[in-house]
């Protein structure tokens, strides 16, 4: 979420902080200023990574958006209150979470004019859909998880989450299977509810612990990536849980996602772009910039919607000429 999360949380280790150093050195570039304009244009890749976008070849969204070669990007809906996280609708369509508005809706597939799902909720934010299509949703000001059904709106509550510290509360949340992902934002840690998927289950564990202030989750391939949004951090932590492996040093992630061709996809908030990640090598560049407040990423069919919270916009970010991944300089 928008830098509201901005104080550290306890607990980061001066190990992992060597070990992005060291990354950061290899990279080149990592010191990008934050919050740059978004009509400055992309800051340079770093070393390994795709292509950012120049004059040259690259097409402009009519909202002044820069794609990199290979993407293309379109505008799904305008005029929300401040879209923040997305999930892929199994009728078709994005579920998002309105922060200002504190609702939660769906766009349609295609775009159009959304419909409202749920209202009354404090600060939501992150969204899963089970698998019978009822929603869990992240209740930041109450630092809890919600269910809620589609249909009718009601909401009830799921799990509470403790919070001793001063920091915001729950930010994304994502499922693994059968199993929910909580990024425990205030308190540093990943969580994993066993078994959420088929109904409560009682209390979370611990997966990992370490970092700052944990915002968004995916697992791909029996991994699970880590958006580190204070600790400018991508991590990868073992499906069972373990030490965390830092994966890229990035701008203030947002939220991670799988992208085409085994890489990631990430939301930067610190420089208004998204960027796909080399899930192996850490390899990354940007692919769309010019964004406000790039905050939730969910894969619909074979593209990506983004939310822009800053600009009240969702967007659709796909592959225009698919490629493996970030090239190599």
């Known amino acids: 979420m928008t830098g509201r999360g901005a104080q550290d949380a306890p607990g980061a280790r001066a190990a992992v902080g060597a070990v992005l150093a060291a990354l950061a050195a290899g990279c080149g570039g990592v010191g990008t200023p934050r919050h740059a304009s978004a009509g400055a244009g992309a800051p340079a890749p770093r070393s390994g990574g795709a292509s950012a976008p120049s004059s040259a070849g690259v097409p402009r969204s009519p909202a002044g958006l820069s794609v990199s070669a290979g993407w293309r990007v379109s505008?799904?809906?305008?005029?929300?209150?401040?879209?923040?996280?997305?999930?892929?609708a199994p009728a078709g369509g994005v579920y998002f979470s309105d922060v200002h508005a504190g609702e939660l809706g769906l766009l349609p597939a295609g775009g159009g004019t959304p419909a409202l799902v749920a209202r009354d909720l404090d600060v939501p934010e992150g969204i899963a859909v089970l698998p019978s299509g009822m929603l869990l949703v992240a209740e930041q000001g109450k630092n809890r998880i919600l269910r809620v059904d589609p249909a009718t709106g009601a909401a009830v509550p799921w799990m509470s989450l403790s919070n001793p510290t001063d920091l915001f509360g729950v930010d994304g949340i994502a499922l693994a299977g059968a199993e929910l992902l909580i990024p425990d934002s205030p308190m540093g840690t990943l969580l994993q509810q066993d078994g959420a998927a088929g109904g409560p289950s009682g209390e979370a564990r611990p997966l990992a612990v370490g970092m700052r202030r944990p915002t968004g989750a995916a697992e791909v391939g029996g991994t699970i990536y880590v958006a580190d949004e204070t600790g400018d951090a991508l991590y990868a932590v073992p499906g069972g849980g373990g030490a965390l492996r830092p994966v890229a040093a990035l701008p203030e992630p947002d939220d991670v996602s799988a992208g085409p061709g085994g890489t990631l996809l990430v939301?930067?908030?610190?420089?208004?772009?998204?960027?796909?990640?080399?899930?192996?090598?850490?390899?990354?560049?940007?692919?769309?910039?010019?964004?406000?407040?790039?905050?939730?990423?969910?894969?619909v069919g074979g593209a990506f919607a983004v939310a822009d919270e800053a600009r009240n916009r969702i967007y659709l970010l796909a592959p225009g000429a698919p490629e493996a991944g970030p090239r190599s300089s």
């Open 267 to 299: 939301t930067c908030l610190g420089d208004g772009t998204v960027r796909q990640v080399n899930a192996a090598t850490g390899a990354e560049g940007i692919v769309l910039s010019g964004l406000g407040s790039p905050q939730g990423l969910a894969a």
């Open 75 to 88: 505008l799904l809906g305008p005029g929300f209150g401040g879209p923040d996280d997305l999930a892929a």
